[in-house]
């Protein structure tokens, strides 16, 4: 299923959708991967309200399409990934407004999100766009990115998750040299600590990610969904309640027909046919 530049899906095999009234991204859905590109280049494709509340539309209309299995983000153009918002939305921002923090529960979304995410890295990601890709599960950058939290300079801080996920990822070391001292880092800087998973050229990096997607879409859905949400509690609770989870997962992976198929394609030789069931 594809939806065109203004958000209208298009007739499909497989199923048929309301029109999606999209102004600020773009949803793209063809086969088992689903791209979510912020087309707003003109402001750096900036979070703003009606952007976040447009990709919240996209995750539930990604969550009720059962043949959907890995979600790609990214942003318009080459130049830049994701912008949090212009200085002047954050110089006029409201207690109010800090307090509902449509950020960061957008984020909380996208990291707890049923399928595995990945954030395609074209250009600058800075302050809430590097936010942005720390929610996802996997990051590829293509080699002009740079990425930063430059938050502290601004007067405030990387409020909508950086303090947070960006340790998990470099270390506590390496976070607070970009949180207290502002470093930005270029794409091989960020490979080689462990913030992105893979640098590209640019003119292949959706190429790279969609191959990547696939690589993810092939595996066993109900597998891939159970082991993300392990990973994502590693860290947060004790080792015993971790181990416990995994062996409730195992339990319930083991009564499914993909267990079946996955085991019996590898004693045929071939490849096998998961259906997420």
Do not use: W
């Not at 209208?8 to 600020?24: M, Q, V």
């Not at 607070?176 to 292949?204: H, S, W």
Request: with cysteine; proline share 4%.
């Amino acid at each position: 299923m594809r939806y065109d530049a203004a958000g209208i899906a298009l007739l499909s095999t497989r199923t048929r959708e309301a029109p999606l009234d999209f102004e600020r991204i773009r949803l793209e859905i063809d086969d088992h991967t689903a791209v979510v590109t912020v087309d707003r280049p003109e402001v750096r494709n900036a979070l703003d309200t009606g952007t976040v509340h447009e990709i919240h539309a996209a995750l539930d209309a990604i969550q009720a399409d059962r043949t959907i299995r890995v979600v790609i983000v990214t942003g318009a153009g080459e130049k830049v990934f994701v912008a949090g918002a212009d200085v002047n939305t954050l110089l006029g921002r409201t207690n109010r407004e800090t307090l509902d923090a449509a950020n960061n529960r957008l984020f909380s979304r996208l990291e707890a999100f049923a399928l595995p995410t990945i954030a395609a890295v074209n250009g600058f990601a800075l302050g809430g766009g590097l936010e942005f890709a720390l929610a996802c599960d996997l990051r590829i950058a293509a080699d002009n990115a740079k990425l930063g939290l430059p938050e502290t300079g601004l007067g405030i801080i990387p409020g909508a998750g950086g303090t947070h996920r960006l340790p998990r990822l470099v270390g506590i070391g390496v976070a607070k040299d970009m949180i207290l001292a502002g470093t930005i880092l270029d794409a091989q800087d960020a490979l080689r600590v462990g913030l992105v998973n893979k640098v590209v050229p640019g003119r292949k990096l959706m190429a790279e990610a969609r191959e990547y997607a696939d690589r993810i879409a092939k595996r066993a859905p109900v597998a891939t969904e159970l082991a993300k949400m392990s990973v994502n509690a590693a860290g947060n609770v004790p080792v015993e309640f971790g181990m416990m989870f995994d062996r409730v997962a195992q339990t319930v992976l083991n009564a499914t027909a993909d267990k079946k198929e996955g085991m019996t394609a590898f004693l045929e030789k071939r490849k096998p046919d998961f259906r997420g069931e």
